[in-house]
């Protein structure tokens, strides 16, 4: 297949908080340079909060700066926060795999609990932690962040477009998260790749995203309603489970940007 090309590249670097387009990155074995390493938790529990339960996470905006990350709420509220140190490790959970964290400190503990009117705690995935994707369909090594799962997700374009055809309200791509955006293929082409080559980077595209009910949510206003879900449920569901866009591992590391060619290997 020729004429695919990558045409966004999204980053979200705080789990369930609000990602932002990027023109080029660094692709490493987490996945996106930054992408994810950050994850707000339940203050007693050490499990991983979302919008799931917390749909008001979607109207914190996040910025990376040198030093770490600043965080600003819809409402005008602003927090600057230093990437922490690993003075203070805390235990989290994120769906059954327990990690080490390394707390983001009392600051942003407090800022968080005030905006989302929940007591949590902001916490950091260092370089040296590891956990370890599904070896279902992973190789032993392959590992990612506070990721759902799976380092990458992609999406083509022309899946997108397909779905707004059928909603009365088209959305956007941010309400799926996705990592990679690929543009000239059919729609739903993506699920009959395997290995994709972007630059020097190979990719194995390993299984198909399962959708809960986050896309429901408006990330301009917080709101959860019943679509795209509702749709998506009438011709993308298989068995209890509705696909939309494929988990990808990268095989090795290397720069990505915006406008390159996307070549399916296989």
Known sequence: MSGLTLSQLWLFPVKSLAGFTRQHSHLALFGLEHDRRWMVVDATSGHFISQ???PEM???QVALTPQGITLQHLNGSVLEII??????????TVWGDHCRAWDAGDPAAEWLSEQLAVA????????????QVDLEYANVGDKTAFSDGFPLLLISQASLDDLNQRLKTPVSMARFRPNLVVSGCEPFAEDGWKKLRIGDITLRVVKPCSRCAIPNVDPATGERGKEPISTLSKYRRQGNKIFFGQNVIADNSGEIEVGMSV????
């Open 58 to 60: 979607s109207l914190i």
């Open 263 to 266: 070549e399916v290997v296989e």
């Open 83 to 92: 990437e922490p140190n690993g003075r203070a490790v805390r235990d989290v």
């Open 120 to 131: 949590c705690r902001l916490v950091y995935f260092p370089e040296q932690e590891v956990r």
């Open 52 to 54: 799931r339960g917390c």
